[in-house]
């Protein structure tokens, strides 16, 4: 049985990504990065899965969807095709919500995660600020099915399956806050070909790419208590359509934008005054 280490550069000289080997090794050994680190040079675990997890991916799947599984703020959440991927610049829009919510609030406030996918946004939220309740809602059945995977037993979470806001004014749920990641990308060409071939189209794609915003602002007056927080993720081209909507649909708020990691204008708070 080879050593990680041989098993690693291994799959680097065949051209698999850095990451993605790194990935597969702490699978395969049930080891987190540290841990891969300080027994690079013992005999690997699991030989055999991680051969095979290599080839699935240079067959073309991710190799999170091979695990099941991605990591968002180092907790492992389940994942399968009826969800995105959750991204690292997404965990920025959990850790800035979670800023302004211990800013604008006391405990005791209802969030709802819109467009909720793996769940990994809102159930983040839950297990940091844990005196508040949280609703999890999407328009795919399975997606809920994931996220409810994901919270496993947590008690300050629930569930509503429908599009955009229509649930909670459904079910009458007032909020405090929302946030939301929705679909948001209208040039195909743009998204890679593993992403578009394997990340389901229906979390991705919004024509115009300005869609679900709106849909999200015209309907935010009747479940927004006054004192409220909108937090979006948005694309890194949106900025000036999406200040010509908050404009339009939320007069009497204010709002702000925030760049990413990489530099790129990703969030947009809006909050009331």
């Known amino acids: 049985m080879p050593s990680n280490r041989e098993a690693y550069f291994e799959a680097i000289k065949i051209g698999v990504p850095k990451p993605v080997v790194d990935f597969a090794l702490q699978e395969v050994n049930s080891f987190n990065y540290l841990e891969l680190t300080k027994n690079f ?18 067959d073309g799947e991710m190799i999170e969807y091979v695990f099941n599984k991605a990591y968002f703020l180092s907790r ?11 991204r690292q610049e997404t965990e920025q829009l959990v850790l800035k919500t979670e800023k302004i919510i ?22 983040s939220l839950a297990l940091r600020l844990t005196n508040n309740k949280y609703y999890l809602s999407d328009i795919s059945k399975e997606a809920i099915r994931v996220s409810k995977i994901n919270a496993k037993h947590m008690t300050n979470v629930a569930f509503l399956e429908g599009d955009m806001l229509t649930p909670f004014i459904e079910n009458n749920i007032k909020l405090d806050v929302i946030v939301c990641n929705p679909p948001y990308i209208q040039d195909i060409a743009s998204i890679d070909e593993r992403t578009y071939e394997q990340e389901p189209h229906l979390a991705l794609l919004a024509n115009p790419n300005t869609k679900f915003y709106e849909q999200l602002l015209i309907d935010a007056p009747k479940v927004l208590n006054s004192k409220h927080l909108i937090a979006f993720e948005i694309g890194e081209d949106m900025k000036d359509s999406m200040e010509r909507l908050v404009r339009k649909h939320c007069p009497n708020d204010d709002f702000y934008f925030e760049n990413d990691i990489y530099g790129k204008t990703r969030f947009l708070l809006i909050k009331s005054k």
Not at 79 to 85: G, Q, T
């Open 41 to 58: 040079d013992q005999e690997i675990k699991n030989y055999s899965l991680f051969k095979e997890s290599i080839n699935k991916y240079l």
């Open 76 to 86: 492992p959440f389940y994942v399968d095709s009826n969800v995105l991927i959750p």
């Open 102 to 123: 211990k800013e604008m609030f006391s405990a005791n406030i209802v969030v709802a995660d819109v467009c909720s996918g793996s769940g990994a946004i809102g159930l």
